[in-house]
């Protein structure tokens, strides 16, 4: 029997866990609920059923995993706790500095429930977390670097259009090539997190909006831009459309360290990501998450995860014995 996955919201990342799950025989796609218009929402996925966010709570029996699309921004730390205590859920909350506040709210909700929730899905945090925990757990005399990009960040690009008089906007994630060249010579910098990273925003603003207004409000944004180098470029809606349609981006996780008595032998360890389409492979790690989701509620487990928290063997859709046989 497939494990039956319900979609919270249809944007970019939504369709990316759709065509996710399309490649997935044992996951199938039951739902998808929006805040608009049902009518106004064509998924390719042919007889699946689009409802309005009003009527989820009629589906509790019918979704073993709801994933919830929304950003980290205002969606999720309301939208996460509020269905955990309905449904199995999976969410890509990305805001750091929030991670152990939103996974408190979360887990008590999906206790209350006797759900599972997994929280911080997709590639940082999530595969990039993974791998500074591996690198600090191999490699306990060292340092870790993450860079990302250079690339489109979804929440932060969602974050820009969040501000009163932005109709759209991108905004680009872009590594110091000086910090990186320095890490992997294994020079063990320290760095603050304006010489790691410069952020770039493309932005679309509505007819008569302040732009200096817009400027200082994204500069100043906690979380988010208010500790790095920040460039706004104000540019037209067709300018938008035809330099900034695709969504690409990557990175890599470094972790430099040393083994030996005297700690005379240095070590690099690099993972890294470069993707055509950041919402397609998110979506592709929360539908793998989703398939444990459902496992770890099938065996009665309850309460919020993270990716720590998850045996990579959930992950799969082969059997332990495939595994061993091919992958081990």
Request: charged share 25%.
């Amino acid at each position: 029997m497939s494990i039956r996955i319900g979609i919270l919201g249809y944007g970019n990342l939504s369709r990316g866990v759709e065509s996710a799950i399309a490649q997935n025989s044992d996951l199938e796609l039951a739902a998808v609920f929006t805040r608009r218009d049902p009518a106004s929402v064509k998924v390719r996925t042919a007889g699946v059923p689009v409802l309005a966010e009003s009527e989820l709570l009629d589906w509790k029996d019918k979704i073993d995993v709801l994933v919830l699309g929304g950003g980290s921004a205002t969606d999720l730390p309301v939208q996460t706790p509020k269905y955990a205590e309905f449904f199995n859920v999976i969410d890509s909350f990305d805001t750091h500095a929030r991670i152990g506040e939103h996974f408190a709210n979360v887990d008590a909700a999906a206790k209350k429930g006797g759900h599972v929730a997994i929280i911080s899905v997709g590639w940082d945090p999530g595969m990039f977390s993974l791998m500074r925990m591996i690198g600090d757990a191999v490699l306990p005399e060292g340092k870790h670097y993450t860079f990302w990009g250079r690339g489109v960040s979804q929440g932060h690009s969602d974050a820009i259009r969040r501000i009163e008089g932005v109709e759209d906007a991108r905004q680009y994630t872009v590594p110091v090539e000086s910090a990186v060249e320095k890490v992997r010579a294994g020079e063990n910098p320290e760095f603050t997190t304006r010489q790691m990273h410069t952020r770039e925003c493309f932005v679309v603003a509505k007819e008569g909006a302040d732009k200096a207004r817009i400027e200082k409000e994204i500069k100043e944004m906690p979380n988010y831009f208010a500790d790095y180098d920040t460039t706004v470029h104000f540019i037209t809606k067709e300018e938008l459309q035809r330099d900034h349609a695709g969504l690409p981006h990557g990175g890599f996780v470094i972790r430099s360290g040393v083994s030996g008595m005297e700690k005379e032998h240095k070590h690099i360890i690099e993972y890294s990501l470069k993707l055509d389409s950041n919402p397609e492979f998110t979506g592709s790690v929360l539908a793998a998450y989703a398939r444990a989701a459902f496992r770890l509620a099938s065996e009665g487990a309850s309460g919020c995860k993270t990716v720590f928290d998850i045996a990579p063997a959930y992950l799969s859709a082969k059997s332990a014995e495939e595994l061993r046989g091919k992958l081990l």
